[in-house]
T-cell receptor
């Protein structure tokens, strides 16, 4: 069974610090990688997606992808209390002619004022 | 926000009864997904659809069936609900292969 794993946390960082969230995946054929944020009691919302090796930056968020190591990470700079949420890593896998997206268990982040 | 509506938002039902959850989209997206979310397990894929009448199983499909007779509607049916199916169910849509997903607001189902 193809899997996506994340450090479960909870991860606590002080306000203004860098939060680092990690994800590994088992399917070497995966091409698309996503990070979602989910506040308690709400639905997941997309933060970043990345398709190519390297870094992709969007504001305070940076996604990093290393396909050789099957590793994707999310860095949050200048962390704010409003960043406190669960972060879900998602990866596409191809098991038939069509891909599907599977999620890791999520990492809970708490930003301490 | 992407136009996705899930109904009902909350439902309490008894063990052994059939239950149908509805996902309706106005985005004309090809791909639709049903996930369940439980503490400690994250989001797990139940079934997905890649077009009208084209569906496939996900990781946790036992006890669930789906139908997609129109682009905009994707139905999830629990033929005979069990307490293990108590969960929050999310529908998601995607425009094409490898595209990000957009989620509905979820349905909280309790099976007593």
């Amino acid at each position: 069974q193809k899997e996506v794993e994340q450090n479960s946390g909870p991860l606590s960082v002080p306000e203004g610090a860098i939060a680092s969230l990690n994800c590994t995946y088992s399917d070497r054929g995966s091409q698309s990688f996503f990070w979602y944020r989910q506040y308690s009691g709400k639905s997941p919302e997309l933060i970043m997606f990345i398709y190519s090796n390297g870094d992709k930056e969007d504001g305070r968020f940076t996604a990093q992808l290393n396909k050789a190591s099957q590793y994707v990470s999310l860095l949050i700079r200048d962390s704010q209390p409003s960043d406190s949420a669960t972060y879900l890593c998602a990866v596409n896998i191809m098991e038939t002619s069509y891909d599907k997206v599977i999620f890791g268990p999520g990492t809970s982040l708490s930003v301490i004022p | 926000d992407a136009g996705i509506t899930q109904s009902p938002r909350h439902k309490v039902t008894e063990t052994g009864t059939p239950v149908t959850l509805r996902c309706h989209q106005t985005e004309n997206h090809r791909y639709m997904y049903w996930y369940r979310q439980d503490p400690g397990h994250g989001l797990r894929l139940i079934h997905y659809s890649y077009g009208v009448k084209d569906t496939d199983k996900g990781e946790v499909s036992d006890g669930y069936s789906v139908s997609r007779s129109k682009t905009e509607d994707f139905l999830l049916t629990l033929e005979s609900a069990t307490s293990s199916q108590t969960s929050v169910y999310f529908c998601a849509i995607g425009s094409h292969l490898n595209s990000p997903l957009h989620f509905g607001n979820g349905t909280r189902l309790t099976v007593t």
